[in-house]
Structures are given as structure tokens and as C-alpha cells.
């Protein structure tokens, strides 16, 4: 089974083609077990996770083509840890978007289950920082390395700097997320640059990576952004869709 990661921007019913192979996968899964319905573990840990939690299990429905699925829900606290129940007994995972530093903070403790649920044949879907924790070595929020500006920053807000936290470890670089729309190629190509990461995979909005068996595949409006490392300096191309 695959990883599927979005890059955000992708919440309307317009964009439910970029989950449809994920719920394809789970129901493949579900099938496979003798479950009728694909059962999915929808988790969110958004500011907002009571709605959130609920708009990405219906975009997963949305993605479904009238079959049904059955949705085990978890809306929680931004930072608190989830209960294991919340991924036991399904055929696929999709995690939201949020702070990735309280979106990581709350899976942590399921990481090693996450990477045992994947590897036994469970597909993985993250949006946004959903997407960026499912790396084995995680940005976190920063925009600053060596105190050198990387990223757009909020005037009003004190600057961070980058940090790598460990991720699930389902995919061997590291994701960022957003790309395009927010400018955050340049934070990806300093964080290889500086050896912070070995090397990193840019997602822009509305755009799905999805990596499998067969190698990498992309889906949506978007682009891939792929940053390795190069005798003094780093290599930029892009995977289209």
C-alpha cells in the first residue's frame, strides 16, 4: 500500500479526486479482509478540530464514487496525545492539517503503531502537516537558519528557528508543504543546504505525492519540488503531475 501526501489547500468537493485512490486503496484493503466497507481512522488535531475532523471524513466520502465508508473519528486537542483506539482495526489512516509541532506531538506516541499499520498493508493519507510528520525527519515551523531569514515570516510574530524532529518515518526525506503559495521552496532548499535534512520533497497545494511500490506519482494542479544535495550546493527539479 502507498503514503499519500497533499500539500495542502485541498478542502472542497472539487478537490476529492486527490483522495480518491487513497480511499480506493483502503477499500481494496477492506476487501481483501472480508470488510464490506472500507472503515478509515480520520484524525485531526487542528485549533479547529471539531470541524476540521469532520470536513476531511466528508471529502473522503466525496472521494468514495457513492460507495460507502465507514468513518472512525478523532477530533482532538492540538498537542495531546491521541488514544491508540483511534487507529486500531481500520484500512486506512488520513491525518489533517494544523501546527505541525502539535499535529506531531499528538501521533507521537502512535508513531511505531503507524509505521507497523503501514507496512502490514494500511494506506496512509496526511494533508498539510499531516503530510510534513510522516517523514522520518520532520520541519517543524521555523524560519530561520543561523538566524538567516529562509521563509517568509509574520512581522508581528518573534522568528523561530528550524528545527528536525522526528518524524513516522514513512517516507526517508523530509516534506514540505504549501510550496508554491507560500513560498516555501527556499526554507526546503536552506534546510538541505544547511545539512539539516538529506534531502527534501516540496508539495505545492492542491497537488498529491503519492509514493508506492511503483516509485513516486503526482496528482492534482500542482508540482513536486524534489531538493538533494550537490558538491557545493543542491539541486532543485520539479516531478509534474
Known amino acids: ?45 487542528h485549533p479547529e478540530a471539531e470541524e476540521k475532523a469532520p470536513a476531511l471524513a466528508e471529502l473522503l466520502a466525496d472521494a468514495a464514487s457513492g460507495h460507502e465508508i465507514e468513518v472512525q473519528l478523532t477530533a482532538g486537542r492540538p498537542g495531546e496525545p491521541i488514544e491508540p483506539g483511534a487507529i486500531a482495526d481500520v484500512d486506512g489512516i488520513a491525518v489533517g492539517g494544523g501546527l505541525v509541532e502539535d499535529v506531531r506531538a499528538g501521533l507521537e506516541p502512535v508513531f511505531g503503531e503507524l509505521r507497523r499499520l503501514v507496512a502490514g498493508g494500511v494506506p496512509y493519507l496526511g494533508a498539510s502537516a499531516g503530510a510534513m510528520i510522516a517523514a522520518e525527519g520532520s520541519l517543524a515551523s521555523g524560519t ?19 528545527e528536525i524532529e522526528s518524524g513516522i518515518g514513512l517516507v526517508d526525506v523530509a516534506i514540505e508543504v504549501h ?39 503526482v496528482e492534482g494542479k500542482g508540482s513536486v519540488w524534489r531538493v538533494l544535495p550537490t558538491e557545493g550546493g543542491v539541486l532543485v527539479s520539479t516531478i509534474g503531475s
Do not use: K, W
Open 1 to 45: 500500500m502507498s503514503v499519500h501526501l497533499i500539500g495542502g489547500g485541498a478542502t472542497t468537493s472539487a478537490d476529492a479526486d486527490l483522495y480518491a485512490p487513497f480511499v480506493a486503496e483502503a477499500a481494496s484493503r477492506a476487501g481483501a479482509t472480508g470488510r464490506a466497507r472500507p472503515r478509515i481512522a480520520v484524525i485531526s488535531l
Open 144 to 162: 530561520r537558519i543561523g538566524g538567516v531569514v529562509v521563509a517568509p515570516e509574520d512581522p508581528d510574530e518573534p522568528a523561530d528557528e528550524l
Open 179 to 217: 510550496v508554491a503559495q507560500r513560498g516555501m521552496l527556499a526554507r526546503l532548499v536552506a534546510a538541505v543546504e544547511s545539512g539539516l535534512v538529506a534531502g527534501g520533497l516540496g508539495i505545492d497545494e492542491r497537488t498529491a505525492l503519492i509514493v508506492g511500490d511503483g516509485g513516486l506519482r
